[in-house]
């Protein structure tokens, strides 16, 4: 678990506004920063709250409950995915455009 600060909160770029209804809810920052980015907000989060702490916990495990780990999120990776990319030294814009066929660099080296 990572520790709490105010600043959490804004790292992760929750609205100030739902800070304190996502802390009602018991949500971390990044779990909070997490269900936001994916639509949620704390009204509709309470019917998804174990499923939104699930996806959370599977980023916690791979050591991305990060600022990176959300944006290999948000950019459609799973953590697995995330960890395959980074330990190829390839940074989330880069995977996503090798991903959707946009960086065509990797066919050229090769000829």
Do not use: C
């Amino acid at each position: 678990m990572e520790p709490e600060t105010d600043d959490a909160w804004e790292v992760f770029g929750v609205p100030p506004a739902e800070v304190a209804r996502w802390k009602a809810l018991n949500f971390e920052p990044f779990e909070a920063a997490l269900a936001h980015g994916d639509g949620f907000t704390p009204t509709a989060a309470v019917h998804y709250s174990r499923q939104l702490r699930k996806t959370a916990d599977s980023w916690r495990r791979t050591g991305l409950n990060s600022v990176e780990g959300l944006h290999w999120h948000r950019a459609g990776f799973g953590p697995k995915e995330a960890i395959r990319w980074r330990s190829d030294r390839v940074d989330v814009e880069t995977a996503r455009r090798r991903r959707d066929g946009y960086d065509r660099t990797s066919d050229i080296a090769r000829r």
